[in-house]
């Protein structure tokens, strides 16, 4: 009899809540953007809040925006950090005139000052977490509403990030939204939270779970702004994936006139939970009704995911109760023509790409990033390490430690409820750039303890984390107790690209693990740069030859993977993203991701889905090097999951190799002169697998249109083809570098006045020359030089003979171009009497230098 008084009772509950769903919401919450039809000025406008501001200079933009999308790329140095203004008019209309209004702003880098019709709103700081005002005593339902935000990304040394390796893009570079509510509803200005908070155990019982439907503070979560008390009716539902009820509760509260009140929901039981986990990323719904006297006046909907989550320090990660490797990447929210301004639909086209490609775990890199990215993790299975951005460095200053509290906590209050997150983190290499004082020292612990404290507030039972680096700071966060304050430890590891070599990575590893045994250990970055147009057969460190990018991975997953205490890695990054002051192969881009910029896959990105998938993969490793010089017989990779591959070479077998472990098999191929076709066969499960490619052999006896990237060991392909070669000295019947040419410089810096940059870095210094044994005809010669020291206009001075003959006399690289800047001398030759060419570089003062050359024949 109780049983069935029991199932009585809940089934009247659902009905009444069901019928509250079904009935017209004329008086719940309206939501929706304003992002069409901003005007913006690109520097600071005295009244720009007024009505009467001066109207020339603004030009008109739709959010999101960033005015910082072209001069991080350009030549100039730096980028504008200051003050620009953002205004719209807006139109409200009429049937608002009873509803609350508030205006919400997802991001706005890195402060904001916001007007409403001239008056100030109120400010926000901080350029990755959501604000909200509430704007009704200053709006009206007849006539434009002006809007005005003054935004500034100006460097504040009481703002995180005081320093980073990637671009601090200004603008209103998220969505803006309108907000219309009744005037009782779930709080809206807890730090721009949803209002309420769903939480699940730290561990799953065997047949159920409960959860907990709260608000985010004892202080209140129902906003009551009539001129009288009130008594209301709070309906919660749990729903399944498919929108049917599982379970429901409800709470009256009492709110005093313009007032708040908290309500707390007993337990919610759900039988026989479905989990959330990658392979299966099963997402329940809570919806949340306020009633009042039966008539509905808000409504929320938040995800749930019933998952348990712990690190070991022996075994590694745990989810669900089952050990778990965290395949994992790093992602910033750049990307190539929009800076940090990304809408909505390529946010998320990021978090399925990685997810296609099998990873399961994502940091967040390196601070909060936009609603759409975590309601895609929630969807897609993938796991959350989310941050503020206090990175490199902190200010010893009590402003400094107040605007990072509230950027953790805004962080936490707006991202909570999402059960992809499973760490908090909140400091990255923090001792990387920093002094080496006690002070400084003890200011960063004291203010990790009190971000920990903050979390422990806010999500209790959540996890966090800190991201470390090698080097003279490594024993520095050790002996600073730095290292105790967290739950797990992150590491980033560059072995093999900063520092050291590959199989260091799991040296560092076991002695950290002998050192800390009950400390989780986690390899929180780790990578290599990769310009997909830069080639060799013969990597080195610091080449940004993709070729030696995949060995890097390839040797990192390897040991990763031999370790059992190590919980996962992420690997630096999922794609390139801007970093102004970076020169390298690619000037002002962070080349290490796995994708470029614009998200073009790189070869390496196929190791880690054959890795990780159980699909059918099998990718010949070509793409990035389709066109190729130097010896005709060379090395040819193919990444797969298939436990053999056979790989044909214009249609002949090369043999079939086994691939695992190591989801890699390398043939050696003879390429003929052009075109050669690559085809790769297998079968998987029975299922006949292929991958096609081609590749473009060019015989570097062809002196017909030749390249020479000077002093490289490298190979350079340009996006329209043209081959840049390798150099090598001159050997009879072909081309070469002659004479005293043993100096080499390279300067990885940015090169002015060339998108080639990896055929300027490097140059050839000396007494030296170069000859081509070309058939007689006329030739176009053209020399680039860029002086790659620091030095003054007259102390390197040099002529240049052609043939004999003084082709430049006197030529001084800092008074005609200036250092780090291309210069081009173009020359039309003749071979004659198969004497072919000479090209000689003779010394007035200091040393000669040449960074490449072309030579093509006309006739």
Not at 65 to 86: F, K, M, Q, V
Not at 109 to 126: L, P, R, W
Request: with cysteine.
């Amino acid at each position: 009899m109780i049983f069935k008084r029991s199932i009585l009772c809940f089934a009247l509950l659902l009905a009444c809540i069901l019928a509250a769903a079904g009935q017209a919401r004329a008086d719940a919450r309206l939501r929706f953007t304003i992002n069409n039809g901003w005007t913006f000025i690109g520097s600071d406008a005295p009244n720009g809040q007024s009505n009467s501001v001066d109207a020339a200079g603004w030009q008109k933009v739709d959010l999101p925006h960033t005015w910082n999308i072209a001069d991080t790329l350009d030549d100039e140095p730096g980028y504008r950090r200051g003050i620009s203004w953002y205004r719209k008019e807006l139109d409200l209309d009429h049937a608002l005139s009873g509803k609350r209004i508030f205006l919400y702003f997802e991001g706005v880098n890195q402060t904001a000052e916001v007007f409403v019709n001239e008056k100030h709103v109120g400010g926000h700081i901080g350029g990755y977490t959501a604000f909200v005002f509430d704007i009704t005593e200053l709006v009206r339902f007849s006539g434009p509403n002006l809007i005005a935000v003054k935004v500034d990304n100006s460097l504040n040394k009481d703002i995180p990030p005081l320093d980073a390796d990637f671009n601090t893009h200004g603008g209103i570079y998220r969505d803006v939204w309108i907000i219309a509510a009744s005037d009782a509803h779930f709080k809206i200005t807890d730090m721009a939270g949803p209002g309420i908070v769903v939480r699940t155990p730290d561990s799953l019982a065997r047949e159920s779970a409960a959860i907990a439907v709260r608000t985010a503070e004892v202080s209140g979560s129902i906003t009551n702004t009539s001129a009288r008390a009130r008594k209301f009716e709070i309906l919660t539902t749990v729903f399944d994936k498919d929108g049917a009820p599982v379970v429901s509760t409800r709470s009256e509260l009492e709110v005093p006139a313009r007032g708040e009140a908290g309500f707390k929901h007993p337990p919610l039981r759900v039988q026989r939970p479905k989990l959330w986990s990658p392979d299966d990323p099963y997402l329940y719904s809570v919806r949340s009704v306020l009633r009042e006297n039966g008539r509905v006046l808000d409504e929320l909907n938040e995800p749930l995911g019933f998952r348990s989550y712990r690190f070991d320090p022996a075994e590694g990660f745990f989810l669900n109760g089952e050990p778990l490797k965290l395949r994992g990447t790093n992602r910033h929210q750049d990307r190539a023509g929009f800076g940090n301004a990304v809408p909505d639909n390529l946010q998320v086209r990021d978090l399925e790409i990685i997810k296609e490609n099998g990873f399961n775990f994502v940091r967040l890199a390196h601070y909060p990033q936009d609603p759409s990215v975590l309601a895609a993790a929630d969807r897609l299975g993938l796991m959350l390490w989310e941050e503020i951005p206090i990175v490199n460095l902190v200010n010893i200053s009590e402003a400094f430690n107040r605007n990072s509290e509230t950027m953790l906590r805004e962080m936490i209050r707006q991202h909570r409820n999402h059960p992809s997150v499973i760490l908090w983190g909140y400091m990255n290499e923090i001792f990387l750039a920093a002094p080496k004082t006690e002070e400084y020292t003890k200011a960063t612990v004291e203010l990790a303890k009190r971000l920990e404290t903050i979390v422990d507030e806010e999500d209790p039972g959540r996890m966090t984390a800190i991201a470390f680096d090698r080097g003279d700071a490594s024993d520095r966060y050790h002996a600073s107790g730095l290292g105790e304050v967290t739950d797990v430890i992150g590491w980033n590891l560059y072995f093999g690209w900063y520092y050291g070599v590959f199989d260091d990575l799991g040296k560092f590893m076991d002695d950290q693990h002998r050192r800390f045994p009950n400390r989780p250990q986690f390899i929180s970055e780790y990578g290599a740069n990769a310009d997909r147009r830069v080639h060799s057969t013969a990597p080195v460190r610091f080449d940004s030859t993709t070729e030696w990018q995949r060995m890097y991975h390839e040797s990192y997953l390897r040991q990763m993977n031999e370790r059992k205490f190590i919980s996962g890695g992420a690997v630096w990054n999922m794609f390139d993203f801007s970093s102004e002051f970076r020169g390298d192969t690619i000037p002002h881009i962070n080349q290490k991701g796995l994708l470029t910029y614009d998200r073009k896959l790189k070869d390496v990105l196929s190791l880690f889905k054959a890795s990780f998938v159980s699909s059918p993969v099998l990718h010949i490793a070509v793409r990035d090097w389709p066109v190729r010089s130097g010896s005709n017989t060379q090395t040819v990779d193919i990444y797969t999951n298939l436990a053999v591959a056979e790989l044909f070479v214009n249609g002949v077998s090369a043999g079939k190799k086994n691939t695992l472990p190591s989801h890699r098999s390398t043939w050696n191929l003879t390429f003929r002169p052009g075109l050669n076709s690559l085809v790769a066969r297998g079968t998987k499960a029975g299922v006949p697998v292929t991958d096609e490619a081609t590749v473009k052999w060019i015989d570097p006896a062809d002196m017909s249109d030749i390249g020479i990237n000077t002093e490289a060991t490298f190979e350079y392909i340009h996006e329209t083809g043209s081959m840049w070669h390798a150099d090598r000295p001159y050997t009879p019947g072909g081309w070469g570098y002659t004479g005293d040419a043993s100096k080499v410089i390279s300067n990885l810096r940015n090169i002015l006045g060339t998108d080639l940059d990896a055929v300027a870095q490097t140059a050839r210094e000396g007494t030296f020359g170069y000859r081509f044994d070309v058939a007689d005809g006329e030739y176009d010669l053209e020399l680039w030089f860029a002086e790659l020291k620091n030095i003054k206009a007259g102390e390197r001075v040099f002529d240049v003979l052609i043939n004999g003959n003084k082709a430049i006399a006197s030529l001084d690289l800092v008074k005609e171009a200036g250092p780090f800047t291309i210069l081009k001398r173009k020359f039309r030759i003749s071979a004659r009497d198969q004497s072919g060419l000479k090209i000689a570089f003779e010394p007035v003062k200091g040393q000669p230098i040449l960074g490449g050359l072309r030579l093509l024949r006309i006739k």
